[in-house]
Nanobody, 122 residues
Framework: QLQASGGGLVQAGDSLIVSCAAS????????LGWFRQAPGKEREFVAT????????YYADSVKGRFTISRDNAKNSIYLQMNSLKPEDTAVYYC?????????????????WGQGTLVTVSS
C-alpha cells in the first residue's frame, strides 16, 4: 500500500529526493513519516508530518538538511535530502500513522512501505 522510490548512489554533499506513493486507500488524513535503517543498526526516526502539513518534526541528525512534504491529492509523501553525508546511508522507509498526532516511535505507525536504498559515498 506504500511504495517508496527514488533511492540511489550519490556522493557526499549531493541532494536526493525519495518519494512514497500510497495505493489501496487514501492516506490524506494520516500522519506520514520517514524512517531509515542503516546496515547493522536499528530502524530510526527521520521525519514526520501531520495530515494537513502544519506540523513537522525532524530527527536532530537531519534537521536543517532534510525536508518532508506531502501531496494529499497524489496520496504521496516526499523527503528532500540535501548535503548528504555517508552516515545517511540507509534503507529509507515511509510509514503512515492513523492517529492524528505526529510521533517518532516506530511502533505507533500502522502502515509501512518496502523501503528504498540510499547510499552516500565519501
Amino acid at each position: 500500500q506504500l511504495q517508496a522510490s527514488g533511492g540511489g548512489l550519490v556522493q557526499a554533499g549531493d541532494s536526493l529526493i525519495v518519494s512514497c506513493a500510497a495505493s489501496g486507500r487514501t492516506f490524506s488524513n494520516y500522519v506520514l513519516g520517514w524512517f531509515r535503517q542503516a546496515p547493522g543498526k536499528e530502524r530510526e526516526f527521520v521525519a514526520t508530518m501531520s495530515w494537513n502539513g502544519f506540523t513537522t518534526y525532524y530527527a536532530d541528525s537531519v534537521k536543517g538538511r532534510f525536508t518532508i512534504s506531502r501531496d494529499n491529492a497524489k496520496n504521496s509523501i516526499y523527503l528532500q535530502m540535501n548535503s548528504l553525508k555517508p552516515e545517511d546511508t540507509a534503507v529509507y522507509y515511509c510509514a503512515a500513522r492513523t492517529q492524528s498526532t505526529v510521533a517518532t516511535m516506530i511502533s505507533t505507525y500502522n502502515y509501512w512501505g518496502q523501503g528504498t536504498l540510499v547510499t552516500v559515498s565519501s
